[in-house]
């Protein structure tokens, strides 16, 4: 049998057009005895590396390549044959990428002509044959020689013989492909929804767009042989392709930058600044401790040469100093000492136990990974500092993958399988966007709908298939990548969404799979908020603070804290956070770190939360098995609750060497994917019984560890958020209007939106002013101690229509048209205003300064400009209701300083038997009936579909818990509604209080009686 290779195939980063997985069509390939395989997807190699990594696992040879589709000229397949080749297939996919609109390539033949040394080309022929392809393939042959073949393809039509006889005699060799669309037959049907949402049509409007047949599929080599009887050489020709093209992504060789100039040595100059930095943060002396564990990190630097990665993150650190933005290291870096007397992470390695193995070892070999967050409103400087520095020829941000997932592929597929509008949106609004896959058929039933009719059934199946299918590239959330010579030499650039931005065509995982190196510049609002605090209190306090000389270890900060009493702190707002805090009842920095780390997955899945908190109320007897594991567990009570103290237990308890432990931690790490925790679990026995350990305590250890691989928090990357934690949560103590401040002016961050932000600094005796076009700025301001709403929170006001309000302003308006004649602003925008109720300081009411808005036209001209309003008669409007204002508030604002919506329904609810919620804080237990407005959805991955939900009354937070089974039978009030009603069982426990749904209700129509066209939006987290 002759051997065949598939060299024409498209994957699914030829984004909606390939209906396969890029390991689907490797996996298929070997199956089916191919000898070799190539993806050629549409001016990309985004999905390159996948295709790479899965051949390899599937033991077939994967020939790298790409379409190419020209302006001027038919389209090539383009296949370097070594390394430099390569690089010139990335630099030209580069120049057509960055010449054009993200996700399009404008490419010229002049252009591929200029970049085909090395490369094996495949002209695709036009359907159906045009005139002037002979004349293109002439011109082509003469440039290229041997190197030049005709794609040959069987259409699978009567005319097939004819068509490749007249290509055969163009002079020009055959190469037998089958111009692949995905890996078998039965994805035909999801390949044609993928053409009609390419083009914008119906599966009925498609016509000759459809595929004839389903033959676009891998094909065997047999079948192939067959097919091809009358042109074996085209066969011949594949297999001559494949072994002139030897290039492997395996040749990839990845060169960091130096980062000194020439005749300097990386890793003096790091010793140097490391020392220079150990110095400044420890002015009486370095401690002995801490000098041997610097001399230890910076000599195992040394010996794998990451010198100028440390460098490199120090520079743009010490960039984002120079210009006042907060930043701060956090992940395994913060494990290092080096990076600490960088000034790169915060943890100080004389009063932490670190594991420097965790953050980089020998064995490893690969380098380590630093994560540093910037001021979210700030980092863009940040960015444009490291393209600055090292062009973006050298640089780039790494991609992230988009996904469809199940409502967008309900929208899409729905649309091209001609459902209506309001079946598709409220299929799409049925999936909670908390489960995997799919609609499972009762919740169909539930709209109405019968999942068994034969054109919903399809609609639905090719959804889920199309569930997953990557959708587009965007960019990471900061991951750079960083070369010594030229970026796009390695990987294609493109530009990004974003204007001045440039990315990669590979995400994380790729450059993980080749072994390259990123820096991540992150982007932290709670940054932006600790600085804008500091800003205030330097302006309106006279204290000069930062994060290194915030005051420590605060009893009023840690008595707040224990009293969950944490809105708006980082990382311990959420529902899960303020449960834990009066269980754990925080008293110092550490407990910080465990509070951060043990709401997690991890240590939830690996029993390890209770123990703890048992053995910290003294409700259960510590007890160590050895000196050993006390040394290793001390801190946590002898409950294992990071990576760090698993690996240290693997090396102290179980005999594994430094490289097994980061095996271990590499398991823990991919578990979710892989599952390779457990092949540990033999090795970790076995090793804790030969030294003396009971078999049910090593079980019980294991399963604690096997946990983690549902997200367990390394113990570095606790203790950067924990200090996060403390500044945030002492500035709310201490200075609680400059804090609510700040954060409103940081949003949009954080699980709670500025009504909350307000309500809380009010609970805490801030005194809130309301937006006024003659006192407020665009941000929240202090006005002596009180907080002043700022004009950025009125919906639809642009800040550049506040700078010229602003600019005008002087000592104030007088009224409505002075403001219109002297700033000049559109009457809408003025509407607006109104609309806000920001016309209190001229006495007007909102209907009053509606009705005066009502009046302008246009601006008067110049001559007239003192020229006084035109007379009108005095019109005394009907005053407007509470309710009226309350929710003119909210749809203006999303927020009313008059009254919470419930107070007015209050006197109803109560005949109703729902009581405020404020009355749970007495209750021990026992049925109760509670409402209030929807503030968060969230169903963690680690609550086994347990749904939590908080709602807001005018008296207090509800805190509600929806077990599964009581989510399936209220789903559609849940998800739909934004004023639930709940009966159910009253839970107390260590000063936690719940409710327990048993019957949930929608009295959303409620808030109509207030007024028309309120709207409240929940926030939803998984």
Same mark, same amino acid.
């Given at each position: 049998?002759?051997?065949y290779?598939?060299?024409?195939?498209?994957?699914?980063?030829?984004?909606l057009?390939?209906?396969?997985?890029?390991?689907?069509?490797?996996?298929?390939?070997?199956?089916?005895?191919?000898?070799?395989?190539?993806?050629?997807?549409?001016?990309?190699?985004?999905?390159?590396? #996948? +295709?790479?990594? !899965?051949?390899?696992?599937? @033991?077939?040879? =994967?020939?790298?390549?790409?379409?190419?589709? %020209?302006? *001027? $000229?038919?389209?090539?397949?383009?296949?370097?044959?070594?390394?430099?080749?390569?690089?010139?297939?990335?630099?030209?996919?580069?120049?057509g990428?960055?010449?054009?609109?993200?996700?399009?390539?404008?490419?010229? #033949? +002049?252009?591929? !002509?200029?970049?085909?040394? @090395?490369?094996? =080309?495949?002209?695709?022929?036009?359907d159906? %044959?045009? *005139? $002037?392809?002979?004349?293109?393939?002439?011109?082509?042959?003469?440039?290229?020689?041997?190197?030049?073949?005709?794609?040959?393809?069987?259409?699978?039509?009567?005319?097939?013989?004819?068509?490749?006889?007249?290509?055969?005699?163009?002079?020009?060799?055959?190469?037998?492909?089958?111009?692949?669309?995905?890996?078998?037959p039965?994805?035909?049907?999801?390949?044609?929804?993928?053409?009609?949402?390419?083009?914008?049509?119906?599966?009925?409007?498609a016509?000759?767009?459809?595929?004839?047949?389903?033959?676009?599929?891998?094909?065997?080599?047999?079948?192939?042989?067959?097919?091809?009887?009358?042109?074996?050489?085209?066969?011949?020709?594949?297999?001559?392709?494949?072994?002139?093209?030897?290039?492997?992504?395996?040749?990839?060789?990845?060169?960091?930058?130096?980062?000194v100039?020439?005749?300097?040595?990386?890793?003096?100059?790091?010793?140097?600044?490391?020392?220079?930095?150990?110095?400044?943060?420890?002015?009486?002396?370095?401690?002995?401790?801490?000098?041997?564990?610097?001399?230890?990190?910076?000599?195992?630097?040394?010996?794998?040469?990451?010198?100028?990665?440390?460098?490199?993150?120090?520079?743009?650190?010490?960039?984002?100093?120079?210009?006042?933005?907060?930043?701060?290291?956090?992940?395994?870096?913060?494990?290092?000492?080096?990076?600490?007397?960088?000034?790169?992470?915060?943890?100080?390695?004389?009063?932490?136990?670190?594991?420097?193995?965790?953050?980089?070892?020998?064995?490893?070999?690969?380098?380590?990974?630093?994560?540093?967050?910037?001021?979210?409103?700030?980092?863009?400087?940040?960015?444009?500092?490291?393209?600055?520095?090292?062009?973006?020829?050298?640089?780039?941000?790494?991609?992230?993958v988009?996904?469809?997932r199940?409502?967008?592929?309900?929208?899409?597929?729905?649309?091209?399988?001609?459902?209506?509008?309001?079946?598709?949106?409220?299929?799409?609004?049925?999936?909670?966007?908390?489960?995997?896959?799919?609609?499972?058929?009762?919740?169909?039933?539930?709209?109405?709908?019968?999942?068994?009719?034969?054109?919903?059934?399809?609609?639905?199946?090719?959804?889920?298939?199309?569930?997953?299918?990557?959708?587009?590239?965007?960019?990471?959330?900061?991951?750079?990548?960083?070369?010594k010579?030229?970026?796009?030499?390695?990987?294609?650039?493109?530009?990004?969404?974003?204007?001045?931005?440039?990315?990669?065509?590979w995400?994380k995982?790729?450059?993980?799979?080749?072994?390259?190196?990123?820096?991540?510049?992150?982007?932290?609002?709670?940054?932006?908020?600790?600085?804008?605090?500091?800003?205030?209190?330097?302006?309106?306090?006279?204290?000069?603070?930062?994060?290194?000389?915030?005051?420590?270890?605060?009893?009023?900060?840690?008595?707040?804290?224990?009293?969950?009493?944490?809105?708006g702190?980082?990382?311990?707002?959420?529902?899960?956070?303020?449960?834990?805090?009066?269980?754990?009842?925080?008293?110092?920095?550490?407990?910080?770190?465990?509070?951060?780390?043990?709401?997690?997955?991890?240590?939830?899945?690996?029993?390890?939360?209770?123990?703890?908190?048992?053995?910290?109320?003294?409700?259960?007897?510590?007890?160590?098995?050895?000196?050993?594991?006390?040394?290793?567990?001390?801190?946590?009570?002898?409950?294992?609750?990071?990576?760090?103290?698993?690996?240290?237990?693997?090396?102290?308890a179980?005999?594994?060497?430094?490289?097994?432990?980061?095996?271990?931690?590499?398991?823990?790490?991919?578990?979710?994917?892989?599952?390779?925790?457990?092949?540990?679990?033999?090795?970790?026995?076995?090793?804790?019984?030969?030294?003396?350990?009971?078999?049910?305590?090593?079980?019980?250890?294991?399963?604690?560890?096997?946990?983690?691989?549902?997200?367990?928090?390394?113990?570095?990357?606790?203790?950067?958020?924990?200090?996060?934690?403390?500044?945030?949560?002492?500035?709310?103590?201490?200075?609680?209007?400059?804090?609510?401040?700040?954060?409103?002016?940081?949003?949009?961050?954080?699980?709670?939106?500025?009504?909350?932000?307000?309500?809380?600094?009010?609970?805490?005796?801030v005194t809130?002013l309301?937006?006024?076009?003659n006192?407020?700025?665009?941000?929240?301001?202090?006005?002596?101690?009180?907080?002043?709403?700022?004009l950025?929170?009125?919906?639809?006001?642009?800040?550049?229509?506040?700078?010229?309000?602003?600019?005008?302003?002087?000592?104030?308006?007088?009224?409505?048209?002075?403001?219109?004649?002297?700033?000049?602003?559109?009457?809408?925008?003025?509407?607006?205003?109104?609309?806000?109720?920001?016309?209190?300081?001229?006495?007007?009411?909102?209907?009053?300064?509606?009705?005066?808005?009502?009046?302008?036209?246009?601006?008067?001209?110049?001559?007239?400009?003192?020229?006084?309003?035109?007379?009108?008669?005095?019109?005394?409007?009907?005053?407007?209701?509470?309710g009226?204002?309350?929710?003119?508030?909210?749809?203006?604002?999303?927020?009313?300083?008059?009254?919470?919506?419930?107070?007015?329904?209050?006197?109803?609810?109560?005949?109703?038997?729902?009581?405020?919620?404020?009355?749970?804080?007495?209750?021990?237990?026992?049925?109760?009936v509670?409402?209030g407005?929807?503030?968060?959805r969230?169903?963690?991955?680690?609550?086994?579909?347990?749904?939590?939900?908080?709602?807001?009354?005018?008296?207090?937070?509800?805190?509600?818990?929806?077990?599964?089974?009581?989510?399936?039978k209220?789903?559609?009030?849940?998800?739909?509604?934004?004023?639930?009603?709940?009966?159910?069982?009253?839970?107390?426990?260590?000063?936690?209080?719940h409710?327990?749904?048993?019957?949930?209700?929608d009295?959303?129509?409620?808030?109509?009686?207030?007024?028309?066209?309120?709207?409240?939006?929940?926030?939803?987290?998984?």
């Amino acid at each position: 049998m002759t051997p065949y290779p598939e060299l024409q195939g498209l994957s699914n980063y030829s984004f909606l057009e390939g209906a396969s997985h890029p390991d689907e069509l490797a996996v298929t390939a070997a199956a089916l005895g191919l000898s070799a395989i190539a993806i050629t997807d549409r001016n990309t190699l985004a999905g390159i590396v #996948r +295709a790479h990594v !899965a051949a390899k696992t599937a @033991g077939i040879r =994967l020939v790298v390549g790409a379409r190419l589709d %020209l302006t *001027d $000229g038919a389209s090539l397949l383009c296949y370097p044959t070594d390394r430099a080749a390569y690089g010139r297939l990335c630099r030209l996919l580069t120049l057509g990428r960055r010449r054009a609109a993200k996700g399009a390539c404008h490419l010229s #033949r +002049a252009d591929l !002509a200029e970049h085909a040394e @090395g490369q094996i =080309l495949m002209l695709i022929p036009p359907d159906p %044959l045009d *005139d $002037g392809f002979a004349a293109q393939a002439a011109a082509w042959r003469a440039l290229l020689g041997d190197r030049l073949y005709l794609a040959a393809a069987r259409r699978f039509r009567s005319d097939d013989r004819q068509r490749l006889r007249l290509l055969a005699g163009l002079g020009i060799p055959l190469a037998a492909v089958n111009d692949v669309l995905y890996h078998a037959p039965s994805r035909r049907p999801l390949a044609d929804v993928l053409s009609c949402i390419r083009r914008g049509c119906a599966i009925t409007e498609a016509g000759w767009a459809l595929a004839a047949n389903a033959e676009r599929h891998l094909k065997p080599p047999a079948e192939m042989e067959r097919l091809f009887a009358d042109h074996p050489e085209a066969l011949a020709n594949a297999s001559r392709i494949v072994e002139r093209c030897r290039f492997s992504l395996d040749e990839l060789r990845y060169e960091y930058p130096d980062e000194v100039a020439a005749g300097q040595d990386p890793q003096e100059r790091l010793d140097h600044l490391t020392w220079e930095g150990a110095a400044q943060r420890y002015p009486e002396g370095v401690p002995d401790k801490v000098a041997a564990t610097l001399r230890h990190e910076l000599a195992l630097i040394r010996q794998l040469g990451f010198a100028p990665y440390f460098l490199t993150v120090h520079a743009i650190v010490a960039f984002a100093e120079s210009r006042g933005i907060l930043c701060q290291g956090r992940g395994s870096a913060a494990n290092s000492a080096v990076c600490y007397c960088l000034r790169i992470t915060p943890v100080d390695p004389a009063h932490m136990d670190l594991l420097f193995e965790r953050f980089m070892s020998a064995e490893r070999g690969e380098p380590p990974d630093i994560d540093v967050d910037f001021e979210h409103e700030r980092r863009e400087e940040v960015i444009q500092h490291i393209y600055d520095t090292y062009g973006r020829h050298r640089a780039g941000l790494t991609a992230t993958v988009i996904h469809y997932r199940t409502r967008s592929a309900i929208r899409d597929v729905g649309k091209v399988m001609g459902l209506s509008e309001d079946c598709i949106a409220a299929l799409a609004k049925s999936n909670s966007g908390w489960g995997r896959r799919g609609i499972k058929d009762e919740h169909v039933r539930e709209l109405g709908l019968d999942p068994d009719q034969p054109d919903l059934a399809r609609t639905l199946a090719l959804a889920e298939e199309l569930t997953g299918f990557p959708r587009h590239l965007s960019q990471h959330v900061g991951g750079f990548v960083i070369s010594k010579f030229r970026l796009d030499e390695l990987v294609p650039i493109e530009n990004a969404g974003m204007d001045n931005r440039t990315v990669i065509q590979w995400d994380k995982n790729d450059l993980d799979a080749l072994g390259l190196m990123k820096v991540d510049v992150l982007a932290l609002g709670m940054l932006s908020c600790i600085r804008k605090s500091f800003d205030l209190l330097r302006a309106h306090h006279g204290r000069d603070l930062s994060l290194a000389t915030l005051p420590r270890e605060d009893g009023a900060t840690y008595d707040m804290l224990c009293k969950a009493d944490s809105v708006g702190v980082f990382q311990v707002e959420s529902r899960a956070q303020m449960s834990m805090l009066p269980r754990l009842r925080p008293r110092r920095f550490y407990d910080l770190v465990i509070q951060v780390a043990i709401v997690r997955p991890g240590p939830i899945q690996g029993d390890m939360v209770h123990p703890y908190l048992r053995r910290r109320q003294g409700k259960e007897a510590v007890e160590y098995p050895s000196d050993a594991l006390r040394r290793v567990l001390e801190k946590t009570l002898g409950v294992p609750l990071f990576q760090e103290q698993a690996m240290r237990i693997a090396m102290v308890a179980g005999g594994f060497t430094p490289s097994e432990a980061d095996g271990l931690r590499r398991a823990m790490a991919t578990f979710r994917h892989a599952g390779t925790v457990g092949a540990y679990g033999d090795k970790l026995i076995s090793g804790m019984l030969a030294r003396g350990y009971q078999r049910d305590f090593a079980e019980r250890v294991f399963k604690q560890i096997e946990g983690f691989g549902e997200y367990g928090f390394p113990e570095s990357h606790a203790c950067a958020f924990a200090h996060l934690v403390y500044v945030s949560a002492w500035l709310k103590c201490h200075y609680p209007a400059a804090f609510a401040c700040a954060l409103i002016n940081s949003q949009p961050m954080g699980f709670y939106a500025p009504a909350q932000i307000v309500r809380d600094a009010r609970d805490h005796g801030v005194t809130v002013l309301p937006v006024d076009v003659n006192h407020s700025r665009w941000d929240c301001a202090l006005e002596d101690g009180r907080l002043r709403l700022g004009l950025r929170l009125v919906d639809g006001l642009a800040e550049r229509d506040v700078a010229r309000l602003l600019a005008a302003r002087a000592a104030g308006y007088a009224s409505p048209y002075d403001l219109w004649r002297r700033s000049g602003l559109a009457r809408a925008t003025l509407e607006r205003l109104a609309a806000a109720d920001s016309f209190g300081s001229m006495g007007l009411t909102r209907r009053d300064a509606a009705w005066a808005v009502k009046a302008l036209d246009a601006p008067p001209l110049p001559l007239f400009d003192d020229a006084p309003p035109p007379p009108e008669p005095k019109v005394t409007l009907p005053k407007a209701s509470a309710g009226e204002e309350v929710i003119g508030d909210y749809a203006a604002l999303k927020l009313s300083l008059k009254c919470h919506p419930l107070a007015l329904l209050r006197d109803d609810f109560s005949r109703q038997g729902i009581a405020p919620n404020v009355s749970l804080q007495s209750r021990k237990g026992g049925k109760a009936v509670v409402s209030g407005l929807v503030l968060v959805r969230q169903r963690p991955g680690s609550a086994n579909g347990v749904l939590f939900i908080t709602l807001e009354d005018e008296t207090a937070i509800a805190n509600i818990v929806v077990w599964p089974d009581q989510f399936e039978k209220f789903r559609r009030p849940i998800l739909g509604g934004r004023l639930l009603r709940v009966d159910g069982r009253v839970q107390a426990q260590d000063g936690v209080i719940h409710v327990v749904a048993e019957r949930v209700e929608d009295l959303t129509a409620h808030l109509g009686r207030l007024a028309e066209g309120g709207k409240y939006p929940s926030r939803d987290f998984r």
